[in-house]
Nanobody, 118 residues
Framework: QVQLVESGGGLVQAGGSLRLSCAASGLTFSTSAAAWFRQAAGKEREFVAHINWSGGAITYADSVKGRFTISRDNAKNTVYLQMNSLKPEDTAVYYC???????????WGRGTQVTVSS
């Protein structure tokens, strides 16, 4: 059974930083693509960042480019999202997503709340 567990969310002032973590069990990030999405209250879930299985291809939403960094620690089987220069519009529930290379699995965590005050 695959489980993705996000952590690291919280309340931060504008301009501050947070690092989100996504720990996986039942799924190996070194053979999976991973991504972060977010959903603000009353809005659709939107893409934030993606890292492919090798770490050689990373993409970001334009809204976070230059401020957020996605990374992965294979030894800890954990994906991170370092968020700097946070803005109030970054306030959302952040979700981790994992897609193994083999099969059609598409797995989601339950999310972690990030609130940025102005």
């Amino acid at each position: 059974q695959v489980q993705l567990v996000e952590s690291g969310g919280g309340l931060v002032q504008a301009g501050g930083s947070l690092r989100l973590s996504c720990a996986a069990s039942g799924l190996t990030f070194s053979t999976s693509a991973a991504a972060w999405f977010r959903q603000a209250a009353g809005k659709e879930r939107e893409f934030v960042a993606h890292i492919n299985w090798s770490g050689g291809a990373i993409t970001y939403a334009d809204s976070v480019k230059g401020r957020f960094t996605i990374s992965r620690d294979n030894a800890k089987n954990t994906v991170y999202l370092q968020m700097n220069s946070l803005k109030p519009e970054d306030t959302a529930v952040y979700y981790c997503n994992g897609r193994p290379l083999a099969g059609n699995g598409d797995y989601w965590g339950r999310g972690t709340q990030v609130t940025v005050s102005s």
